[in-house]
């Protein structure tokens, strides 16, 4: 998982030519680190989207503009847009959510 910034949000985030899960998280929260190891995990099973991390801490202002206020949060991107989002860091949350913001891309699960 590749960490992205305000600067590289728009190359590595809108302009990709796959669907992006971003996860908006702080280096300081032990929620965050729980769910990032989570979405290590399932990566594999969702190998067409891709999932890029972004520290809400260096990037305030530009976590603050997509109104993001709660750690760790979670929005699919594709083509460009926003297709939904969530927050949490329960297991079974966070593969259920990831599993419905496919749906909606038409992405299959292996």
Known sequence: MIGVTADSFNEE?????????A??????????DNA???LEN???EFSGIRFVK????ENQEF??????????????????????GFSGSDLGQ?????EELAAKINFVTL
């Open 13 to 21: 985030v809108l302009q990709s030519d796959k669907a992006v899960l």
């Open 23 to 32: 996860v908006f998280s702080s280096d300081q929260s032990s929620k965050c």
């Open 36 to 38: 990032l190891s989570i």
């Open 42 to 44: 399932l990566s594999e």
């Open 54 to 57: 972004i520290d809400i801490i």
């Open 63 to 84: 976590a603050s503009r997509l109104g993001i206020g709660i750690v760790p949060s979670f929005v699919l991107f594709k083509d460009g847009k926003a297709i939904g």
């Open 94 to 98: 966070i593969k259920a959510k990831t």
